[in-house]
C-alpha cells in the first residue's frame, strides 16, 4: 500500500476542504513507519526550539516536537500508535520528565475520529481547533462603509498609531490563551506583539479593523492572507487565496451582549464582499467562549491540534 495514496483517498473521504499531503522522505532519519494487514501510518519527526526572547517563544513550549503524520487503510490505529511509541520513545531519550516548556504535537484532520483513541491513550489532548468557514453562497457583493456605529461606538480601519492599544490587547488574550497551555506568557510580549502590528498595518493598513469608544480602544479583529498565515506544520486547504482571522478580541466591559456576534458579522461582509472564499481561525480547545462563539458565527473545525505538554510525563 502507498501510504501517501491511501492517506489522501482516507483524508478525502473524510474532508474534501482538506489539500492532498505530500509525500514524505522515507529517506530521513527522522522517518517512522509501521505497516500491518488493516492499515499503516508513517511520519516524519521534527523539532524546533525557541529562544525564550524571541517573539515566536509565545506560540507553545519552548521545545517543540511535531509529527508530520500520514495514516492510511481500513483501521490506521493500531499502525498510528505503533509510530506514536516509537517517536515517544526517542522524546524520553532527548527531554527532561515535566518540563513544561517541551511539546508535542500532531496535527489531525478533525473529522478522523478513528485516531483519536490511539492519541489520548498516550495522553494526547486536543488543544487547538483550526476551523474555517466557506463564504456563503450569495452573498451581496457591497461592503459595509466603515466607519460604522455599533452599540454606541464606532468600527473603523485601524491605523499604525492604533499598534501600542493592539498590543496591549493582544497580550491579554495572550494571558487568556495562556490558561490552555496552547501559548505561553513571556516577559515584553505587549511590545513585541504592538511591533508586529506596526509593520502589519503599514504593509496591509485596511485588515484590522478596531470598535472605538471616545478616547479608547475596546475590542479588534485582524486578518491576514490565509498564505501569510502564522502556524507553521498545520494541514494545507484544497482552496486557496482565503484570509486568516489572526484576532478577535473584546474588553471585558464589551462582552456578553450581542457586540462580539455584530462586530464579527461587519467583519465577515467585508471579508465576503473583497471576495474572500473563505476565511480560516484557530482557537484553544478549551477556551469556554471559543467554539461556541466560532460555531455560531459559521465556522467549523477542519484540523485539530493534539498535543501533550510536557512531552515527557512526570512519572
Ligand atoms: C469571544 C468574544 C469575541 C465574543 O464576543 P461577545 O461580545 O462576548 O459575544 P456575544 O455577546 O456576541 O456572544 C456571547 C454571549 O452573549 C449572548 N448574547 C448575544 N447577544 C446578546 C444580547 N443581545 N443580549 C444578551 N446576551 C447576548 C450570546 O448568546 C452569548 O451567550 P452564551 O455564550 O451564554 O451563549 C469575546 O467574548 C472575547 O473577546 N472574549 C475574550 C477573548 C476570547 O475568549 N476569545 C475567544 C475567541 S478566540
Known amino acids: 500500500m502507498d501510504i501517501t495514496i491511501g492517506h489522501n483517498a482516507r483524508q478525502r473521504r473524510f474532508d474534501p476542504l482538506l489539500a492532498d499531503a505530500p509525500a514524505l522522505d522515507a529517506a530521513d532519519p527522522a522517518y517512522l513507519e509501521a505497516v500491518d494487514e ?75 475520529i478513528a485516531l483519536v483513541r490511539a492519541l489520548t491513550e498516550r495522553g494526547f489532548s486536543p488543544n487547538g481547533i483550526r476551523a474555517v468557514r466557506p463564504r456563503p453562497r450569495g452573498t451581496a457583493a457591497a461592503a459595509p462603509v466603515l466607519p460604522i456605529a455599533l452599540d454606541g461606538g464606532r468600527v473603523r480601519i485601524a491605523t499604525v498609531d492604533d499598534a501600542p492599544a493592539l498590543g496591549a490587547l493582544d497580550a491579554r488574550l ?29 504593509a496591509a493598513p485596511d485588515t484590522t479593523w478596531v470598535l472605538e469608544r471616545p478616547g479608547r480602544i475596546t475590542g479588534f479583529v485582524h486578518v491576514m492572507p490565509d498564505a501569510a498565515s502564522p ?38 461582509a467585508l471579508l465576503d464582499a473583497s471576495g474572500s472564499p473563505y ?18 458565527m459559521g465556522y467549523r473545525p477542519i484540523v485539530t491540534e493534539w498535543q501533550r505538554r510536557p512531552a515527557v510525563l512526570a512519572v
Not at 241 to 248: D, E, H, I, T
Not at 279 to 296: C, K
Open 174 to 202: 495572550l494571558a487568556l490563551d495562556a490558561h490552555f497551555a496552547s501559548v505561553t506568557e513571556r516577559p515584553g510580549a505587549a511590545g513585541m506583539f504592538a511591533e508586529a502590528y506596526r509593520s502589519r498595518l503599514r
Open 38 to 112: 488493516r492499515g499503516a501510518a508513517a511520519g516524519v519527526a521534527r523539532f524546533a526550539a525557541f529562544d525564550a526572547a524571541s517573539p515566536d517563544a509565545v506560540w507553545g513550549a519552548l521545545r517543540r516536537h511535531e509529527l508530520d503524520l500520514r495514516v492510511a487503510g481500513e483501521d490506521p490505529a493500531p499502525a498510528l500508535g505503533r509510530i506514536l511509541d516509537q517517536w515517544l520513545q526517542g522524546l524520553a531519550e532527548r527531554e527532561r520528565p515535566g518540563d513544561a516548556d517541551s511539546s508535542a504535537r500532531v496535527n489531525v484532520p478533525s473529522r478522523d
Open 231 to 268: 502556524e507553521p506544520g498545520t494541514l494545507a486547504l484544497a482552496d486557496s487565496g482565503g484570509q486568516y482571522l489572526v484576532v478577535m478580541y473584546l474588553d471585558e466591559s464589551e462582552r456578553g451582549s450581542g457586540t462580539g456576534a455584530a462586530f464579527c458579522e461587519i467583519a465577515h
Open 279 to 296: 476565511t480560516l481561525l484557530s482557537y484553544a480547545v478549551a477556551n469556554p467562549r471559543s467554539g461556541p462563539f466560532w460555531s455560531r
